[in-house]
C-alpha cells in the first residue's frame, strides 16, 4: 500500500480557499486517492475521492497531478466548522484504508 | 437513512476482560471494516468482513476477533484486554462492489481498559 505524507497542521482564515497538499509519490496505478476529515472525538467523514482526473463535488475540489504522485483538496470558502483533521489516503478498490497522522486545519476569524 | 450505528458509546473495562462491541452498516451496505484509533493517532485498520468472512486482516493478534450476521451488521471482540487497547474504536461500512465505493464511519465506540 502507498504511503502518504502530509503536513501537520494548517492555519486558514475563514472564507478563504484552504488547500491542503499530499504527497503519494509511491501510489501505483489502481490506487484511488481518498480525502476524510475528523472533527475531534467524531468518526471520519468521506470528502472526495479520485483516479486521475481532478474532481468536485458539494465538499470540496481534489485537483491530482499529471504524474498522480500529489494530489490538493481544496475547501473553496473555508468555514470555522471545517475545522478538523484532513487525511490524505491511497487505496486499492474495496480495500482497508491506510490513515496517517493527517493534517490538523485551522479556520480561524 | 440511517448512517452506521455503533453500540455502546462508551465502555469501561479493566485488564484481563473480554469485551464486545456492535455495528449495525448503512443500509444498503454488505461490507464492515473495523479500526482502532488510539488517542492523537489516526484510525488502524483491524479487519474486514464481507459475506460473513473476514476478508482482509491489519496487524492485529488474535485477540481481536470479530464477526458478521447476515443480515450485514458485525460485531467486534477483544480477549484478554490489555491497557494498550484503551481506543475509539471505529466500524465503517461500504458496499464491495461498488468500484471505487466510500467507507461510512458509525461516531465509535471509546473504550476504556482500567
Known sequence: DAKTTQPTSMDCAEGRAANLPCNHSTI????YVYWYRQIHSQGP????????????????SLIITEDRKSSTLILPHATL??????????RVDGGKLIFGQGTELSVKP | D???????????????????????????????????????QGPQFIFQYYEEEE???GNFPDRFSGHQFPNYSSELNV???????????????????VTD????????TRLTVL
Open chain 1, 45 to 60: 467523514q468521506y470528502i472526495i475521492h479520485g483516479l486521475k482526473n481532478n474532481e468536485t463535488n458539494e465538499m470540496a
Open chain 2, 55 to 57: 476478508r482482509q486482516r
Open chain 2, 2 to 40: 440511517a448512517g452506521v450505528t455503533q453500540s455502546p458509546t462508551h465502555l469501561i473495562k479493566t485488564r484481563g476482560q473480554q469485551v464486545t462491541l456492535r455495528c449495525s452498516p448503512k443500509s444498503g451496505h454488505d461490507t464492515v471494516s473495523w479500526y482502532q484509533q488510539a488517542l492523537g
Open chain 2, 79 to 97: 480477549n484478554a484486554l490489555l491497557l494498550g487497547d484503551s481506543a475509539l474504536y471505529l466500524c465503517a461500512s461500504s458496499w464491495l462492489q
Open chain 2, 101 to 108: 465505493n466510500e467507507q461510512f464511519f458509525g461516531p465509535g
Open chain 1, 28 to 31: 501505483s496505478g489502481n490506487e
Open chain 1, 81 to 90: 466548522r471545517d475545522t478538523a483533521v484532513y487525511y490524505c489516503i491511497v
